[in-house]
C-alpha cells in the first residue's frame, strides 16, 4: 500500500501531477496547475501519451480508487 493511502501519523505522499485520460485513446499527465501562475510564470511540463493501453490503464487505476472510497467522482462526469 502507498503511502497516500496508509492510516497513521507516518509520512504521507500525495500525486501532484494531473492526469487527464481522453477517450481511451490519449493519456495527459502534466505539472500544471490551472492558475495564472502555472500558465505565466512557473517552469511546468506535460506530456501527451497517443497509446490505448495506458490510456485504459490509467482510466482504470482511477476507478479503482473510486470503487475503494479514495476519490470521488466530479459531478457530472
Known amino acids: 500500500m502507498t503511502r497516500t493511502l496508509k492510516i ?16 481511451e485513446e490519449r493519456l495527459f499527465v502534466t505539472s500544471a496547475n490551472f492558475t495564472e501562475a502555472a500558465h505565466e510564470r512557473n517552469i511546468e511540463a506535460g506530456v501527451l501519451i497517443a497509446d490505448t493501453v495506458a490510456a485504459k490503464a490509467m482510466r482504470a487505476q482511477f476507478e479503482t480508487l473510486v470503487t475503494r472510497g479514495v476519490l470521488r467522482k466530479a459531478p457530472g462526469i
Open 8 to 23: 497513521g501519523t507516518g509520512a504521507k505522499a500525495c500525486l501532484h501531477a494531473k492526469c487527464v485520460v481522453v477517450d
